[in-house]
């Protein structure tokens, strides 16, 4: 038999994933944090979801790490993957549609003025808002990856005038983009409703903060479905009290879970929810995965490869 796969990941026993790869790959040797490593140098490839330090690196004979998630971060936060070590990613339209609908949902019930009309609702008043037409509110996604892109086009199919910006420059149909940090200002000054969907690496944690949220045009709202560390909090705070910005959907936070203390669960203009914008979604992510481990072990290049320099 093959070398082993094992699942690392403390979210779940990991046995759905030898379910869905058996009957692609034959009778695999699986191995799962949950139910034992066994000896560990017989393990080829990882499946990994924040593996703790070290875990990775006392597999002597890893060939390949796939993320399971689309954000890498969890892998490369302190050198978890030992050099030499082909990484790749999940490729999921599962989660990726999933991340699209998190973001148009907050977005047009911004725009509707959902909440306006529950709280007339509970006062049992009629009372029509001031409307605002969907061609004046402009949406920005920063971040133009397969789901920046993706959620971009959505946008702009239902007719909000749509901008992107990401590291470098990208041209994508119907879609206005902006690139690198002299981009950034002129990107935000032009965005009503800004989504976030950055990958997280050096350059852009901590990307959200008081110039940032000052470059908003008043009354900007913040969906943030990349990661949390990308957002200043205690600047994203000050933007929401100063009424500057108007809300803010947060799906993840500096740390998670979110500390029962952290003002953000109690505020008022703010929505949390527990990092669920996209999950991996084992049966739309698992044809890539079977490609890549079938293209490892015929000694064919890899797809949904990770550039360890560049973060992702
Ligand atoms: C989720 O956060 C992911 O990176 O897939």
Avoid: C
């Avoid at 082909?86 to 973001?103: H, N, P």
């Amino acid at each position: 038999m093959a070398g082993a796969i094992a699942y690392i990941s403390k979210d779940t026993d990991g046995l759905h994933w030898q379910k869905i790869l058996e009957p692609a790959l034959g009778p695999i040797d699986f191995r799962t944090l949950r139910g034992g490593l066994g000896n560990k140098d017989d393990i080829e490839i990882a499946l990994a979801w924040k593996p703790d330090q070290g875990v990775l690196g006392s597999f002597k004979n890893l060939k390949m790490v796939v993320s399971l998630g689309m954000g890498v971060d969890h892998l490369f936060a302190d050198n978890r993957v030992p050099p030499g070590v082909a990484v790749t990613r999940i490729m999921d339209d599962g989660l990726i549609g999933q991340m699209s609908e998190y973001a148009i949902y907050w977005a047009l019930r911004h725009h509707r003025d959902i909440d306006r009309y529950a709280a007339s609702q509970k006062a049992r008043s009629w009372k029509v808002e001031p409307f605002k037409d969907t061609i004046h509110r402009r949406i920005g996604i920063m971040g133009l990856g397969t789901i920046g892109q993706d959620t971009a086009a959505k946008f702009a199919a239902l007719g909000f005038p749509t901008a992107g910006w990401s590291r470098t420059a990208k041209t994508l149909p119907g879609i206005e983009t902006f690139h690198g940090p002299d981009g950034l200002a002129a990107f935000l000054a032009r965005t009503d409703i800004l989504v976030a969907v950055l990958p997280l690496t050096r350059e852009t944690q901590g990307i959200l903060n008081a110039k940032a949220f000052a470059a908003l045009p008043t009354g900007a709202y913040l969906i943030n479905m990349a990661r949390g560390a990308h957002v200043v909090d205690a600047d994203l705070l000050a933007a929401l009290e100063s009424g500057h910005l108007s809300g803010a959907a947060l799906d993840v936070f500096n740390t998670e879970p979110l500390p029962a203390d952290h003002p953000y669960w109690t505020h008022p203009k703010v929505y949390v929810t527990p990092h669920v914008a996209g999950s991996t979604n084992p049966r739309t992510a698992a044809p890539g995965v079977i490609e890549n481990i079938k293209r490892l072990r015929a000694g064919q290049p890899l797809i949904n490869t990770v550039d360890p320099k560049a973060g992702y």
